[in-house]
Nanobody, 119 residues
Framework: VQLQASGGGLVQPGGSLTLSCAVSGNIFSINRMDWYRQAPGNERELVAHSSVGGSTNYADSVKGRFTISRDDVKNTVYLIMNSLKPGDTAVYFC??????????????WGQGTLVTVSS
């Protein structure tokens, strides 16, 4: 199972960026799909959460600016980021709880994609 994150880059304050994370491999199902971020010197923090039923949750710092969405046909989760601030600069990681054909659930991480917000 692999999680391939993409879409990071350099953006000016107030700009927008969309991250993608595709899950591949011999999987049975995907439960939650989340985005985390880690800024230099800080711990990794949960940014946005998406459950299989469609419910979502966001960190207070990104509410109203970020949107998490998922395509369960493509096994892909997106993070749409608007009104970006320098404080959003971090490496962003996707995380998913994946069900395999051994009837167990496993936690997987993507490799991280760097988002830099700077003028």
């Amino acid at each position: 199972v692999q999680l391939q994150a993409s879409g990071g880059g350099l953006v000016q304050p107030g700009g927008s960026l969309t991250l993608s994370c595709a899950v591949s491999g011999n999987i049975f199902s995907i439960n939650r799909m989340d985005w985390y971020r880690q800024a230099p010197g800080n711990e990794r923090e949960l940014v946005a959460h998406s459950s299989v039923g469609g419910s979502t949750n966001y960190a207070d710092s990104v509410k109203g600016r970020f949107t998490i969405s998922r395509d369960d046909v493509k096994n892909t989760v997106y993070l749409i980021m608007n009104s970006l601030k320098p404080g959003d600069t971090a490496v962003y990681f996707c995380n998913a709880e994946v069900g395999l054909f051994d009837n167990n659930w496993y936690d997987y991480w993507g490799q991280g994609t760097l988002v830099t917000v700077s003028s």
